[in-house]
T-cell receptor, first 115, second 110 residues
């Protein structure tokens, strides 16, 4: 069974450009999470969806960041305009929220460098 | 205060050693607890869930102390391949949030 699929795996872009990261969760999972990881701050939860509905976006750093989940099998995280401090690994993860034993599965991450 | 706190390490231990990590959490309503392992430049992967009664998986033992709000991970007979960052994860049912600690780096030395 396919895991969480993210694209692009690596992106280098210039400051001010728009960046769109994509994610396909594990089929059947109803919760989707976007995390950002840096050396300084570790793994930060940016936003998560349950049944395609954004539940909590309090981790989104600024209005430059936005996320959508138009259907159960696709989500995007957009940064517009991008800045060098946005450079990080962005992980998408999914889970089946059905009880206390549910676990979260990560994609391989999108490595973003803004120059 | 962070919701989940871990000692960042690094812990440098010789092969065959026993090493233990602790993690504290602030939300007493938290229900599920996990340890994840993250290798360099890779995504976090589930190592084991942590059950109230404690649980063991081979050389790994996880414990939960609800009264003191901490979880622990014990690794016995350390292998070189155990070198990684170990992330403590706390899940609060109803909020759907998985909160990660910043991780503890382990390096097992030959």
């Amino acid at each position: 069974d396919a895991g969480v699929i993210q694209s692009p795996r690596h992106e280098v872009t210039e400051m001010g450009q728009e960046v769109t990261l994509r994610c396909k969760p594990i089929s059947g999972h109803n919760s989707l999470f976007w995390y950002r990881q840096t050396m300084m701050r570790g793994l930060e939860l940016l936003i998560y969806f349950n049944n395609n509905v954004p539940i909590d976006d309090s981790g989104m750093p600024e209005d430059r960041f936005s996320a959508k989940m138009p259907n159960a099998s696709f989500s995007t995280l957009k940064i517009q305009p991008s800045e060098p401090r946005d450079s990080a690994v962005y992980f998408c993860a999914s889970s089946l929220a059905r009880g206390p034993r549910n676990t979260i599965y990560f994609g391989e991450g999108s490595w973003l460098t803004v120059v | 205060r962070k919701e989940v706190e871990q000692d960042p390490g690094p812990f440098n231990v010789p092969e065959g050693a026993t090493v233990a990590f602790n993690c504290t959490y602030s939300n007493s309503a938290s229900q599920s607890f996990f340890w994840y392992r993250q290798d360099c430049r890779k995504e976090p992967k589930l190592l084991m869930s942590v059950y109230s009664s404690g649980n063991e998986d081979g050389r790994f033992t996880a414990q939960l102390n609800r009264a003191s709000q901490y979880i622990s991970l014990l690794i016995r007979d350390s292998k070189l391949s155990d070198s990684a960052t170990y992330l403590c994860v706390v899940y609060t049912s109803g909020t759907y949030k998985y909160i990660f600690g910043t991780g503890t780096r382990l390096k097992v030395l030959a």
